[in-house]
């Protein structure tokens, strides 16, 4: 299947959800939906029989700057043999994506990442929490406003 028809079908099944997207001319075809829709999106890349997107290969946290986050997923049918991209855009004031741990099992702890180095909320998850810095750190680290702090618990910060 083409990335031009896997991204038709998912205009077919969610309308004006689906914000944009790009099929030609880029290294990794894509479509952007409506943050409150990427759940719904995800289950439907994965149980129809078209699509069987079986794999999240990636989960990403970005910071698009501007007052944008975003979350990037890379998906992969391991059966029918095809990739896409799926992606979402929140406001960095309130960056609330439903959680699609319960679609794909390793975004438990891709999830967890992107909270952790972003800030990203994924509503729904069983366990957010942050995975690679202490639970008291402060702020997000690849956000772009992010300041590396001089001291944490006051020990010097080498940076």
């Not at 409150?36 to 990636?58: K, N, P």
């Not at 990442?113 to 402060?138: K, Q, S, T």
Request: glycine content about 8%; charged content about 25%; hydrophobic content about 40%.
């Amino acid at each position: 299947m083409t990335p031009r028809e896997i991204a038709d079908l998912l205009a077919a099944a969610f309308g004006q959800s689906v914000l944009e997207s790009k099929t030609e001319g880029v290294p990794n075809p894509w479509a952007a939906v409506a943050p409150d829709r990427v759940r719904d999106a995800a289950f439907f890349l994965r149980d129809d029989g078209r699509l069987q997107f079986d794999s999240l290969m990636c989960l990403t946290g970005m910071d698009h700057g501007g007052g944008t986050l975003g979350v990037v997923y890379h998906l992969d049918s391991t059966t029918l043999g095809h990739k896409f991209v799926l992606k979402v855009k929140v406001p960095a004031a309130d960056p609330r994506v439903p959680s699609v741990e319960a679609v794909w099992k390793v975004a438990n702890w891709l999830e967890r990442e992107a909270y952790d180095m972003v800030g990203v909320v994924f509503d729904g998850h069983p366990d957010l929490r942050r995975i690679l810095l202490p639970d008291d750190w402060e702020g997000f680290p690849l956000r772009k406003d992010y300041r590396v702090p001089e001291f944490y618990n006051g020990m010097k910060v080498p940076y």
